[in-house]
């Protein structure tokens, strides 16, 4: 008994040792590891897009952000999209901040096409007694836990009157992968070693099976935040906006495809609501908004004739330009009613020198001289563009630079200064783009030639009609002057997105390397008894900036 009693004895100190040897050796790998930065991250998320190290960059405690020099994007200091104010708030400023992920950043539309800042100018050019400020505090892959960690750092401090809350699209319910957004975030979280030793025990479920799980509802590993935690932290957000001002929740709008094949999003979208319940907070249905303005649009008009879904959409979860100006409209109508009755008050207006503004020429650089300096100026924006580049030479002379997103027409001059906003004395007219275009008879047959110029690797689209409009249909890049059957979009509604694909008598290409496109073709329709043709072409280049610009109409005699 007293050798099994030594024996025993002697196995547990052998397996303490092991144990503690086992431990030891962790841990010396662990600060081995942070030592020679391998890895410096083990976890991975479901969804890459932070991995695209050409726009985002480590964060510490936000887990990614854009680089300084993300191709295509204006990124702040904190490396977010868009303007943010470096001082104090202004008295009679309304500010507004866009908390979330990738729809309130703006997946897919231009800057000036976010649900946000749509809001910002229609207050601005709606509202003479309201001075707004807007943010997009959000980006791409963000979740609740993320979103609450952006707000106690930035979003606070800039005090907003309205902090919009739109998450719960998608990355909250997403596959954790391994862990949690807080487990990654937390002191307790696993350790580099932990988490190799997890990936070396365990065989790694492909991202393919992380979905398939998500599509059952059965997730590997769980959700990045789990139901009562994405509960808690729309809680967090609610109780730190009404801190400094008002919250409105919105239910994110999600195609219906989307919503069958991940039935968890249902759960979070429910919670949303169950949320702004409990805490009797403003809130947007976008789900119901979007399905009802759908309802009201002719069924052959419904789809995106590219992704397949709602036109409300520019993919299979984030909004498109016309999704943005639907949920715009009615936040809009949240904060209109929250606002004392309008007071006609005029703006403080920017003095020219030498008169009115007169038609201004789409170039690289617009420049004309004021009467005085206007205070430090934030922003210039010319109609619902906002002008990133610009300079105050010898204090007076101010110069815009990167005009490539203004569309031909009339616009306002606004200038946010330090001190308040500026209006201009008189609209600015942007010249259309120039058009070279011809008939040529040839025996009994014309030939179309054309040539439109631009930044080569733009797409050019040339258009031709017998006739024009009564007026112009305005568009994403200026009014479309040519009669068409089929047309762009059903009468009467320019609330949606002109389709100049449905338009007849298009021809198009691609600009060269010197930036230029050129036609030489034969017309194959019947020219008999048309005396006159009508000529429009258009410049346009899609990607996370998309912008285009329509040209002036020329007026083309059918030779005979």
Not at 70 to 81: F, I, Q, S, W
Not at 183 to 188: D, L, M, T, V
Not at 471 to 485: M, V
Request: some cysteine; hydrophobic content about 40%.
């Amino acid at each position: 008994m007293a050798n099994s009693d030594r024996r025993e004895a002697s196995l547990l100190r052998k397996t303490g040792l092991g144990l503690a040897s086992c431990a030891l050796g962790l841990v010396v790998a662990e600060f081995g590891l942070r030592a020679l930065g391998l890895p410096s991250e083990s976890f991975e998320f479901l969804n890459a897009e932070h991995e695209d190290e050409v726009v985002f960059e480590p964060d510490e405690h936000r887990f990614w952000r854009l680089r300084s020099d993300a191709p295509e994007l204006r990124v702040n200091r904190h490396g977010l999209r868009g303007f943010w104010p470096e001082r104090a708030k202004r008295a009679g400023e309304l500010r507004i901040a866009c908390i979330g992920d990738s729809c309130s950043f703006g997946t897919n539309v231009r800057y000036e096409e976010t649900y946000g800042m749509w809001l910002e100018r229609e207050l601005a050019e709606t509202r003479s007694d309201v001075e707004p400020t807007t943010v997009l505090a959000a980006l791409p892959g963000y979740s609740t836990h993320q979103s609450v960690v952006l707000f106690d750092e930035l979003v606070r401090d800039f005090a907003p009157d309205w902090t919009l809350i739109y998450c719960g699209a998608w990355n909250d319910y997403v596959a954790a992968m391994r862990a949690s957004d807080s487990e990654r975030a937390g002191a307790g979280g696993r350790l580099h070693v932990r988490a190799l030793l997890a990936d070396a025990l365990t065989e790694k479920p492909s991202r393919e099976a992380y979905l398939a799980g998500m599509r059952t509802g059965e997730t590997i590993d769980g959700e990045r935040v789990p139901l009562d935690e994405f509960k808690a932290n729309l809680r967090e957000l609610v109780r730190g906006a009404n801190e400094t001002g008002r919250a409105l929740l919105i239910v994110p709008p999600v195609p219906a495809s989307t919503s069958a094949k991940y039935p968890a999003g249902a759960l979070y979208r429910e919670a949303i609501r169950e949320v702004a319940r409990e805490t009797g907070t403003a809130i947007i249905d976008g789900t119901r908004l979007f399905e009802e303005a759908l309802q009201g649009v002719p069924a052959e008009w419904r789809l995106d004739p590219v992704t397949g879904e709602s036109i409300y959409f520019s993919d299979w979860i984030h909004p498109s330009a016309a999704g943005h100006e639907l949920l715009g409209r009615a936040v809009s109508e949240v904060i209109e009613d929250s606002l004392p009755p309008s007071v006609e008050a005029s703006r403080a207006e920017l003095s020219v020198a030498g008169g009115p503004l007169e038609a201004l020429p789409l170039a690289e650089t617009l420049e004309w001289k004021l009467e005085s300096a206007p205070k430090p100026l934030e922003r210039v924006w010319i109609g619902r563009t906002w002008i990133e580049e610009f300079e105050l030479r010898q204090g007076t002379t101010l110069a815009l630079r990167e005009l490539e997103g203004l569309v031909p027409g009339k616009h306002d001059l606004w200038l946010h200064t330090e001190e308040g906003l500026l209006h201009g004395p008189s609209a600015i007219w942007i010249e259309p783009h120039p058009l070279e275009v011809q008939l040529v008879r040839e025996g009994e047959q014309v030939r179309l030639n054309a040539r439109i110029t631009g930044s080569p690797g733009m797409v050019a689209s040339l258009w031709l009609s017998p006739s024009l409009r009564v007026r112009p249909e305005p568009t994403r890049f200026g009014g479309f002057h040519l009669a068409a059957d089929p047309d762009g979009r059903p009468a009467g509604r320019d609330d949606l997105p002109f389709r100049f694909d449905r338009v007849p008598f298009r021809f198009s290409g691609t600009l060269d390397e010197r930036g230029v496109w050129e036609l030489d073709k034969r017309l194959e329709v019947a020219l008999d008894g048309v005396d006159v043709l009508y000529a429009q072409g258009g410049v346009h280049r899609a990607g996370a900036n998309e912008f285009g610009a329509l040209t002036e109409v020329v007026t083309l005699d059918v030779p005979r």
